[in-house]
Nanobody, 127 residues
């Protein structure tokens, strides 16, 4: 089992920045690739960014490209999502997820089975 705890969410004005953190425990963090997802009220959960276990591959959603950056520090068992130039449409609950490094789920835009999830952190961007 992998336990994931997100933090760093909050209320920010449009144009501001936030950095989300995701602390992992229970298993060796470097054995897992990670992703950040978000879900706004009334909308489907969407993949925001993903980063492989070795940081060798990554992808960012077009809606946040150039504004959001995903990173990780395996020595600290922590993943990050740096969010700059935030917009009201970025308002959502943000979830950290981890999937085993050998899993093909990493390459999908929807992660379900055999994925570990955090509890989520609320990000609210005011206009």
């Amino acid at each position: 089992q992998v336990q994931l705890v997100e933090s760093g969410g909050g209320l920010v004005r449009a144009g501001g920045s936030l950095r989300l953190s995701c602390v992992a425990s229970g298993r060796t963090f470097s054995d897992y690739s990670m992703g950040w997802f978000r879900q706004a009220p009334g909308k489907e959960r969407e993949l925001v960014a993903r980063l492989s276990w070795s940081s060798s591959t990554t992808s960012i959603a077009d809606s946040v490209k150039g504004r959001f950056t995903i990173s990780r520090d395996n020595a600290k068992n922590t993943g990050y999502l740096q969010m700059n130039r935030l917009k009201p449409e970025d308002t959502a609950v943000y979830y950290c997820a981890a999937v085993h490094r050998d899993s093909a789920i990493y390459y999908r835009t929807e992660w379900g089975q055999d994925v570990y999830w955090g509890q989520g952190t609320q990000v609210t961007v005011s206009s």
